[in-house]
C-alpha cells in the first residue's frame, strides 16, 4: 500500500522557521515529481513547490520563492520542505504529493497523496 506521510508541522511564530518531512512507502518514488501543496481555511489548495524525480529542477510558488526551499532525498524516499521567514499568512494544511506522470509538475494531477500536516503561524 502506497503511503505518503508528513511531519514537521506546528505552531511558530512569524519569522520563524519549520522544515516539513514527506516519507513515502509502499514503493519507490525517486523517478517521478514530488511536491508540496497547501489549503489554507476557506481557500482552495494551491501549489507550493514541487521537485523533479533528481532533483535538478525545483519549481515555486512566486509568492514563495526566497523563503521556501524544497529537497529531496532518494535514497529516503524523502522529500522535504525548509520554510524560513514565515508569516501568518503561511498558515495552511501542506500536503504531499508524489508522481504527475498523468499531467504536469505544476499542475498535476499528482497521483498520490498524504494526509497532510498543519502548519499555524502566530503573529
Do not use: H
Not at 45 to 71: C, M, P, Q
Not at 109 to 114: D, E, K, L, V
Amino acid at each position: 500500500q502506497v503511503q505518503l506521510v508528513e511531519s514537521g508541522g506546528g505552531l511558530v511564530q512569524a519569522g520563524g522557521s519549520l522544515r516539513l518531512s514527506c516519507a513515502a512507502s509502499g514503493r519507490t518514488f525517486s523517478s517521478v515529481a514530488m511536491g508540496w501543496f497547501r489549503q489554507a481555511p476557506g481557500k482552495e489548495r494551491e501549489f507550493v513547490a514541487a521537485t523533479t524525480w533528481n532533483g535538478s529542477g525545483k519549481y515555486y510558488a512566486d509568492s514563495l520563492k526566497g523563503r521556501f526551499t524544497i529537497s529531496r532525498d532518494n535514497a529516503k524516499n524523502t522529500v522535504y520542505l525548509q520554510m524560513n521567514s514565515l508569516k501568518p499568512e503561511d498558515t495552511a494544511v501542506y500536503y504531499c504529493a508524489a508522481d504527475a506522470s498523468a499531467g504536469t509538475i505544476l499542475m498535476g494531477p499528482y497521483a498520490y497523496w498524504g494526509q497532510g500536516t498543519q502548519v499555524t503561524v502566530s503573529s
